[in-house]
């Protein structure tokens, strides 16, 4: 079917996720990457400042001339970027 309800489902499950991680550690120690788009109007870069205190040693990327869709609007970049960083967390896989 077709709609929002998908989506909507997201932010409805908020508050259990909520209560079932409550008690766990804040802090991520795994390897980590963020694509942030330079023009996101819904999640401008500028969210994600502190986001280095709960995940130590992430590797963050802005992308220039980019908006919310990034994945449509620069698919090469991000391609390119993930192929990076996964070549460096499992290289054994190769991509």
């Known amino acids: ?14 508050h259990n996720n ?11 120690r795994k390897p980590a990457m963020m694509v ?3 023009k996101d109007a819904a999640l401008p870069p500028s969210m994600a400042s502190r986001v ?5 040693g992430i590797e963050m990327h ?17 391609n390119r970027l993930l192929k990076s960083f996964l070549s460096r967390v499992d290289p054994v896989n190769k991509l």
């Open 52 to 56: 280095p205190e709960f995940i130590p």
């Open 62 to 78: 802005l992308v220039s001339d980019s908006g919310h869709w990034i994945l449509w609007e620069k698919p090469e970049e991000c």
């Open 18 to 28: 909520y209560v079932q991680c409550k008690g766990l550690d804040p802090i991520i």
């Open 1 to 14: 079917k077709r709609g929002a309800r998908g989506g909507l489902n997201w932010y409805k499950q908020t």
């Open 36 to 38: 942030m788009a330079e």
